[in-house]
């Protein structure tokens, strides 16, 4: 995960600040103000994400990350969904061929009015953030950065088999090659459209001519230990009343404290080829550490310890949760 430019975080929190009330009242009108829809279970989300990472590192071009697709594609079609599987061969930043798979799964294909969630399901090839430099040349096993968003979609998949009163159809959307963005030890080399490979390539070949949903929300980096959800901003540039409904609706199903009001960073994921190419509104619920001296993205971005160890179920709950409240508010 992914090229960012960090905002200027005191101006950003007094933004924030000045900002949290009107978002609030405005959020209140767009989602239900009391819970609804299935009780998303963290045990179960927790046991996709340890799957996939059985696999080992989800790497491009690797036996890994073949049998994983193959996985994923499988479990979706175990939870009823009809899944269209986009192959395209795209370049890497150092000229590698990669040979990708964005995988689309449709929850309700008869419907006409759509949501979109969307997460990564490759895992990053170097471990470049590492404190350790012996490790920048490894692969990440990508539990967080990866994993738990591809995880979390699986279990919403499963609750919607029974869901009857939801009144959107549902389409989850894993992106190919997100992370295979130029390393930080090659210092000779700069490419911001290094990143997001696969959401660029499906902007620009939508997987059903005409395509179009309500909004988008994706997953990234869901799952971590100790991880709040500061309001992206580049989401907030394309899709505040998103925004507003998403964090709304985490304060309704109180995990607030996980989502707070706050502006956390302008990032290069894969929503802006969504919001850019496609036209089609999509947020970032990605987690903010302002003050982890290993990174803002959290102590185990881009390094060996990205593992199920540092997935937290509380985590994976709070997101999860919140993501069923706002489609079960859809009318």
């Known amino acids: 995960m992914r090229n960012f430019v960090w905002a200027t975080i005191a101006v950003a929190l007094i933004f924030g600040s000045c900002k949290s009330n009107k978002q609030a009242l405005n959020g209140v009108d767009l989602v239900s103000q009391v819970p609804v829809g299935p009780s998303f279970v963290a045990d179960s989300a927790f046991a996709y994400c340890e799957a996939q990472c059985e696999f080992g590192p989800r790497t491009m071009n690797s036996k890994a990350h073949d049998d994983c697709e193959k996985w994923i594609v499988n ?3 175990q939870f009823g969904c009809e899944v269209t599987v986009q192959k395209a061969d795209l370049n ?29 399901w490759d895992s990053r090839p170097w471990a470049d953030n590492d404190p350790d430099s012996a490790n920048w040349h490894k692969p990440v096993m990508a539990a967080d950065d990866g994993a738990s968003g591809v995880a979390v979609m699986l279990e919403i998949a499963r609750l919607l088999q029974q869901a009857d009163s939801l009144k959107v159809g549902i389409d989850f959307i894993c992106f190919d090659a997100e992370d295979w963005g130029v390393p930080q030890w090659d210092t000779s080399t700069y490419n911001s459209e290094s990143w997001a490979l696969g959401a660029q390539y499906w902007s620009d070949n939508l997987h059903k001519a005409g395509y179009k949903a309500r909004y988008g929300i994706l997953l990234d980096m869901v799952g971590g230990q100790g991880a709040h959800f500061y309001q992206e901003g580049m989401s907030k540039q394309y899709a505040q009343n998103i925004v507003d409904k998403v964090w709304a609706a985490a304060k309704v199903m109180g995990f607030g404290s996980y989502f707070p009001d706050q502006v956390g960073a302008k990032i290069t994921d894969d929503h802006i080829p969504v919001n850019e190419k496609a036209r089609i ?51």
């Open 75 to 77: 479990k979706f079609k």
């Open 92 to 120: 890497g930043y150092d000229g590698t061929v990669l040979h990708s798979t964005n995988i689309i799964a449709a929850n309700k294909p008869e419907q006409t009015e759509r949501v979109m969630l969307c997460a990564h």
């Open 281 to 331: 509104q999509c947020i970032d619920i990605i987690p903010f550490y302002p003050n982890c001296e290993q990174s803002n993205f959290g102590p185990t971005w881009h390094t060996v310890n990205d593992d199920m160890q540092h997935i937290d179920k509380n985590t994976l709950q709070a997101v999860g949760q919140t993501v069923i409240q706002v489609l079960f508010s859809e009318k």
